[in-house]
């Protein structure tokens, strides 16, 4: 294993480099996770999505024509690769879903949620549904000078509130890209306008203490961004519906998980409602919005 990374709190070797990661030091220590790229075979299983399910510690993610990754008992990854495949859209589906579907073995909840670092040296998430503007907030708030913890799929310890660094890239649509200036990467995946971008320079590689996650929803009728605490019911119940793939840990049996890491996380870290308008315009609001939930 020549490629060794860090990311979500997980030591990760590779046999081949992936390049939206960032290198680790750690080459002496064993790892949590590996990544192998190699054919994995074909099997008959359980259809759950974008995954086949053989119990509760093996199942493949398949995309046909792209990827086929096979994920077991939280340790390893092995991946298949079709022919041609941009390295941007394997990124995609390994980082995103596979690794996802790893963590829920694992015992954790990834949300799917971005992280900035706050001026008081903790983490500030943005969460939200796919198209709720996760990724360009995040970016906004880059620009405003706060340091990358992560893009879409962050872990945290309930338990502590401690929230783990995970990437130095974001997934920018064709849009944010012109709004921001920033050249496009690759492709996310292929027939898509979203592409990665890298983050090196503001990327903060040590977990941070969450102080606050802010619920984005887009809403076209609004002409300025409206911020709201949740109660504690709500808040467990938005936190609970924002579990990244959550369609897969309910095929891993990981239910009951879900829902007592939503509340403990809601006892332990304000939740926030925070609508926006669906659109670029007044993005500097947005994040004033999210530095008060991280105020309190």
Not at 91 to 118: D, E, K, M
Not at 251 to 272: D, I, K, Q, T
Request: net charge negative; charged share 20%.
């Amino acid at each position: 294993m020549n490629f060794v990374y860090r990311v979500s709190g997980l030591l990760v070797a590779s046999d081949q480099p992936l390049p939206l990661l960032a290198r680790t030091r750690d080459e002496g220590v064993a790892p949590d996770v590996t990544i192998h790229f190699a054919p994995v075979p074909d099997e008959e299983g359980r259809a759950c999505g974008a995954f086949i399910v053989f119990g509760p510690e093996r199942l493949d993610l398949l995309v046909p024509q792209v990827l086929r990754v096979r994920i077991a008992a939280g340790r390893s990854l092995t991946v298949d690769v079709a022919a041609g495949v941009p390295t941007g859209a394997v990124q995609t589906y390994l980082l995103g879903p596979a690794f996802a579907a790893l963590l829920y073995q694992r015992g954790l909840v990834p949300l799917h949620a971005g992280a900035v670092r706050t001026e008081a040296g903790g983490a500030v998430a943005v969460a939200g549904h796919s198209r709720a503007g996760k990724s360009t907030t995040t970016r906004a708030l880059m620009r405003a000078g706060h340091a990358l913890l992560c893009d879409d799929q962050l872990v945290v310890d309930a338990a502590s509130g401690l929230a783990q660094a995970g990437y130095p890239a974001l997934k920018l649509w064709g849009g944010a890209l012109a709004h921001f200036g920033e050249a496009a990467g690759e492709a996310v995946a292929a027939g898509l306008d979203k592409y990665h971008v890298a983050c090196a320079d503001g990327f903060d590689t040590s977990p941070a203490r969450l102080q606050a996650v802010c619920v984005l929803v887009a809403d076209a009728e609004l002409h300025a961004p409206v911020l709201e605490r949740l109660p504690f019911p709500e808040a467990v119940a938005a936190l609970g519906t924002l579990a990244h793939h959550a369609y897969v840990a309910h095929a891993l049996g990981c239910r009951p998980g879900l829902f007592r890491f939503s509340a403990e996380l809601a006892r332990r870290v304000p939740v926030f409602l925070l609508r926006r308008p669906d659109n670029l315009d007044g993005l500097d609001a947005v994040v004033d919005r999210v530095r008060e939930a991280a105020l309190g």
